[in-house]
């Protein structure tokens, strides 16, 4: 028997991307994802209302970090926002991904969101591949998978007139 007849990697081993496992799995995460998001912000709702004075209060405190002084001047003049923002658009994301629906432009929120949490931690205490990186990874492969047109409400969504006649509005589908 030689080596290449018995290692089960040479050969003809093959991950085809195409498949139902394939969709399965991206509808999955998509899920996950939005369940992730809908649990943080449903969460703050039921403790604090939309007065989540923690967001703003962190923000105020992030000096030194890779945004400069951008999140400490947010705390200090946008609480009015990031205070209901935080849960309301946290829950929102989460149900749209869960849904499937406006999956892409959800997912976009959650970029920006995980963006702002991932380069806004001083220092990089857990280093540069951390969870909020692969929260932000999870989003974008929401986004570039089209996760929606899997078992979600974009794949109706997308067969609407309104839609064939604005075909742009698949980029917030899908």
């Known amino acids: 028997m030689s080596y290449q007849s018995s290692n089960p990697l040479v050969g003809e081993t093959e991950f085809a991307l195409d498949g139902p496992w394939a969709t399965y799995w991206i509808a999955f995460l998509r899920v996950v994802t939005g369940w992730w998001f809908f649990h943080a912000g449903i969460t703050k709702i039921i403790e604090s209302g939309f007065s989540y004075s923690y967001g703003s209060a962190y923000m105020q405190q992030m000096s030194g970090t890779?945004?400069?002084?951008?999140?400490?001047?947010?705390?200090?003049?946008?609480?009015?926002?990031i205070e209901p923002g935080v849960p309301l658009f946290e829950t929102l994301i989460g149900l749209a991904l869960m849904a499937g629906a406006v999956t892409r432009l959800a997912a976009f929120g959650g970029v920006i969101f995980m963006i702002l949490f991932w380069i806004g931690n001083a220092g990089f205490g857990n280093?540069?591949?951390?969870s909020d990186l692969m929260g932000l990874l999870m989003f974008l492969t929401?986004?570039?998978?089209?996760?929606?047109?899997?078992?979600?409400?974009d794949a109706l969504i997308e067969e609407t007139a309104v839609v064939k006649q604005n075909p742009k509005l698949r980029y917030l589908l899908g």
């Open 66 to 81: 890779a945004l400069g002084g951008i999140p400490v001047w947010m705390g200090n003049n946008l609480a009015w926002l």
């Open 127 to 130: 280093g540069v591949v951390n």
């Open 142 to 153: 929401v986004i570039v998978l089209a996760a929606g047109r899997y078992y979600g409400l």
